[in-house]
């Protein structure tokens, strides 16, 4: 069965610092991971996906995620917060022709000034 | 131009009541679904339509019928409508192979 966790539920970062967000996958195939970002009362936006080749990926809004394969993770990181970045971030998994994605549980981001 | 769009975006009703969901999507896809997310912002697959075709039925009340009259609709009926019901229903749309799914802005179902 495929999963994903997310170990941090909330974390709280200063405008300007730096953010790394944890996401550890199970899946029986070669997957297909995905982080999305959901702002207050808006729907799920895509920042980036992996499927295959270079596992570092570049996402929008300056986010980058890195696969490793040994660690069945796929860490999302910012260099410098913005305030607008408070948000909720999912992490997901799927793969080749598979429909279903799963969802992890998500981690609240709060910005402070 | 919204890619993925429904409606309402909010439903307030009452215990008992049947309402529906609307879904569509312009983006030429093939492939559409319906996720619940719970009040601890849980997101879990109910169904999902290829091709106007049921390929994917969760363990959802059959209180819940999704309808798809072309690719581009996906509608979800609630019926008797329950208080566990009240959640957001977010609609999404992917391309054949189901690879990158992208989500509409959600419908926040309040059920009193």
């Known amino acids: 069965a495929q999963s994903v966790t997310q170990p941090d539920i909330h974390i709280t970062v200063s405008e300007g610092a730096s953010l790394e967000l944890r996401c550890n996958y199970s899946?029986?195939?070669?997957?297909?991971l995905f982080w999305y970002v959901q702002s207050p009362g808006q729907g799920l936006q895509l920042l980036l996906k992996?499927?295959?080749?270079?596992?570092l990926v570049q996402g929008i809004k300056g986010f980058e995620a890195e696969f490793k394969r040994s660690q069945s993770s796929f860490n999302l990181r910012k260099p410098s917060v913005h305030w607008s970045d408070a948000a909720e971030y999912f992490c997901?998994?799927?793969?080749?022709?598979?429909?279903?994605?799963?969802f992890g549980a998500g981690t609240t981001v709060t910005v402070r000034a | 131009d919204t890619a993925v769009s429904q409606t309402p975006k909010y439903l307030v009703t009452q215990m008992g009541n049947d309402k529906s969901i609307k879904c569509e999507q312009n983006?030429?896809?093939?492939?559409m679904y319906w996720y619940k997310q719970d009040s601890k912002k849980f997101l879990k697959i109910m169904f999902s339509?290829?091709?106007?075709?049921?390929?994917i039925n969760e363990t959802v009340p059959n209180r819940f019928s999704p309808k798809s009259p072309d690719k581009a609709h996906l509608n979800l009926h609630i019926n008797s409508l329950e208080l566990g019901d009240s959640a957001v229903y977010f609609c999404?749309?992917?391309?054949?192979?189901?690879?990158?799914?992208?989500f509409g802005p959600g419908t926040r179902l309040t059920v009193l």
């Open positions: 983006l030429g896809h093939d492939t």
């Open positions: 997901a998994v799927g793969g080749t022709n598979d429909y279903k994605l799963s």
């Open positions: 339509y290829n091709n106007k075709e049921l390929i």
């Open positions: 899946y029986g195939a070669t997957p297909y």
């Open positions: 992996y499927f295959s080749g270079d596992t």
């Open positions: 999404a749309s992917s391309p054949p192979g189901g690879d990158t799914q992208y």
